[in-house]
């Protein structure tokens, strides 16, 4: 198992804790983004720089991710894509992406993004806490411990 990371918009606190997990598991962990990031030196750790655009780094781990991987990502449509090729997701705040419930998720997100689009103040996601951050390690635990 590979773990991908969509890195661009990922909290500080969860890179670093995929950092640990990388070292701690021997675990490839490959952080995607269009901005250039200061990572350890380790030979578990990568970074993918892409271009500057939008969904470029998505589209990149959409294309390299294989059946098995974990990808770390807030992005639901790229959550549709790695899930449909066999992959989990797992979102930073902890909510895993899967085959039973990203049509959900998806669909509720397209739901909402109707709403703003149709002028519903729906307001943004909460800030992100230590609670999110605990959930998340939690949730990245379990899984590390069914595939590693």
Not at 10 to 19: A, D, N, S, T, V
Not at 99 to 118: A, E, H, P, T, Y
Not at 127 to 137: H, L, T, W
């Amino acid at each position: 198992m590979k773990i991908w990371v969509d890195a661009d918009a990922c909290p500080r606190g969860i890179k670093e804790m995929l950092f640990r997990v990388a070292e701690r598991k021997k675990a490839e962990t490959i952080f995607v983004a269009n901005q250039w990031l200061r990572l350890p030196e380790s030979p578990f750790i990568r970074f993918i720089q892409v271009e500057q655009g939008p969904d470029i780094a998505d589209n990149k781990i959409a294309e390299d991710c294989r059946a098995g991987d974990l990808v770390v990502t807030a992005d639901i449509p790229l959550a549709v894509r790695i899930v449909a090729k066999g992959a989990l997701g797992l979102d930073p705040r902890g909510i895993i992406y899967n085959k039973d419930n990203i049509g959900q998720v998806s669909d509720m997100r397209d739901f909402m993004d109707g709403l703003r689009n149709d002028g519903v103040q729906t307001g943004g996601p909460k800030s992100f806490n230590v609670r999110d951050g605990e959930k998340f390690a939690n949730e990245l635990d379990k899984l590390i411990a069914q595939r590693l």
